[in-house]
């Protein structure tokens, strides 16, 4: 059984056990804090921030809800819905994108790593991915959406979107490769696709596999948001509801596309725990 001592305080009386008093707050922390607060007022007053329109269109907020609470279960039962013509479509884009842009990120990232590449070459491709990681997927969505149409947006905009994250994350695991194995290759004259087949690839494959399957995540929820510009996938159904201000069919959607996500996330971490 274990038992706990109390720490006297040096300037505590004899025979009292009160503990050490608490440090005062650091003036940093106290000024950090408090600019934090002002920044975020200033940012409210810029842009007139107000929660009077929520207030104002509470009555028809609620009639929503009331609607959204009681589902069409039939979209979800039925297999030939809608709903699930464009939840496979949603899939499909996903997993094209996935695996087109993982493909392509992996050679980027031996080019854009010290390690596997020149310095030239590894200079040029780390600002080359830094400006493909510089837009989101929904401004490569809104791009491709004006010139065209269906899911092939949707695939090019995640496609885009997973080289700039995946190419960054393998390189910096390909920086951080055990430097033996490539001193022996190197000794015994190995070209850089021969260190990069037998040393590098080998070695970050499973980090790369977990980034993968973390991209193929971001893909299926980012598909459900691109959809809404036009993009294909269940977000086109999804504006489609909501301009038709059919609640309970919207309401459905959204109940499958959670369990959906939730679904894919337990089983993408398992995996991935697996793996690395």
Do not use: C
Not at 41 to 54: C, E, R
Not at 75 to 80: C, F, G, K, L, W
Not at 268 to 274: E, F, H, K, M, P
């Amino acid at each position: 059984m274990s038992q706990t001592t109390a720490v006297r305080h040096p300037e505590a009386p004899q025979g009292s056990s009160a503990r050490p008093a608490k440090p005062p707050p650091s003036p940093l922390l106290v000024i950090g804090l408090l600019g934090a607060v002002v920044v975020t007022v200033l940012a409210g007053w810029t842009i007139d921030f107000s929660l009077a329109p929520v207030v104002e269109q509470w009555p028809m907020l609620t009639m929503i809800l009331e609607e959204v609470v009681h589902p069409e279960w039939e979209e979800i039962t039925d297999p030939s819905s809608r709903l699930w013509v464009a939840l496979k479509e949603t899939a499909a884009i996903a997993v094209i994108a996935t695996f087109v842009g993982s493909l392509i990120a992996l050679a980027v990232a031996l080019l854009g790593s010290k390690v596997s590449a020149p310095p030239a070459v590894y200079r040029v491709t780390k600002s080359v991915m830094s400006v493909i990681r510089s837009l989101p997927d929904m401004a490569y969505a809104l791009v491709f959406v004006a010139v065209v149409t269906g899911p092939l947006p949707g695939i090019l905009a995640l496609t885009l979107f997973n080289i700039g994250i995946v190419a960054k994350l393998t390189a910096e695991s390909i920086d951080a490769v055990d430097p033996g194995p490539l001193e022996a290759l190197d000794a015994a004259g190995a070209t850089g696709w021969q260190r990069a087949r037998v040393a590098i690839v080998p070695a970050v494959l499973p980090n790369y596999a977990s980034y993968v399957l973390y991209v193929f995540e971001i893909n299926i929820r980012a598909s459900v948001v691109l959809g809404a510009v036009g993009a294909g996938g269940v977000g086109q159904l999804i504006m489609l509801y909501f301009n038709r201000a059919d609640y309970p069919r919207l309401a459905a959607v959204v109940i499958v596309i959670f369990v959906v996500v939730i679904a894919i996330d337990l089983l993408s971490q398992v995996l991935r725990r697996r793996l690395v």
